[in-house]
């Protein structure tokens, strides 16, 4: 049995951010022999589209792109946890995916959303972005403040954490389909 590398994405950098406590929760319902890993995108500090060259070029330069290009070719999928500011998704996270190019190509991504409203206006606005960059799009369930989680980012017991099982099997299924083709 092959065993996958999976990515959870913390795709907030605000300091007061519950996105960390939301991507372990997520990574704790991962399958059995699954390797995940959370990534931390205001660990990753890309800076601002600093590359000299477009990103489809590939000629990254810069060592924060070049070590960001390699963390990302080493996962098999990824899930990204996103939050919603002001009906679309962080921008530390539109930075993530415009600074590379040919690594989301085929990658099967996983989305799960959190907020109030479940993160829909950014879920979706992800989504086309994704499809853009030519990912394999993937999207899961929203947790809900006061539904699924508090604020302060406490899972409570409703959360859906059958459904983000079952993205994991999506996102694993589509990486298993990725490596066959």
């Known amino acids: 049995m092959t065993t996958h590398?999976?990515?959870v994405i913390v795709s907030s950098s605000r300091p007061t951010r519950i996105g960390l406590k939301v991507a372990e929760w997520v990574s704790s319902l991962a399958?059995?022999?699954t390797e995940v890993e959370v990534?931390?995108?205001a660990e990753v500090d890309l800076p601002f589209l600093a590359e000299p060259e477009q990103p489809a070029t590939g000629s990254y330069t810069l060592p924060s792109t070049i070590a960001w290009s390699e963390r990302v070719r080493a996962f098999d999928g990824l899930?990204?946890?996103v939050p919603e500011y002001n009906a679309g998704y962080p921008a530390v996270l539109k930075n993530a995916?415009?600074?590379l190019h040919a690594e989301w190509n085929g990658l099967p991504i996983?989305?799960?959303g959190y907020g109030w409203g479940a993160a829909a206006g950014a879920v979706r606005q992800l989504g086309e972005v994704l499809d853009r960059v030519k990912a394999?799009?993937?999207p899961g369930p929203g947790l809900s403040f006061g539904q699924d989680l508090t604020p302060e980012g406490e899972?409570?017991?409703a959360a859906p954490a059958d459904d983000v099982r079952g993205l994991y099997d999506q996102v694993l299924a589509a990486a298993r389909e990725k490596v066959t083709a």
Request: aromatic content about 0%.
């Open 39 to 41: 990534v931390d995108l």
């Open 97 to 99: 995916i415009d600074s």
């Open 155 to 157: 899972i409570l017991a």
């Open 110 to 112: 996983g989305v799960v």
């Open 136 to 138: 394999v799009s993937l």
């Open 5 to 7: 590398k999976i990515g």
């Open 31 to 33: 399958p059995e022999g």
């Open 79 to 81: 899930v990204v946890t």
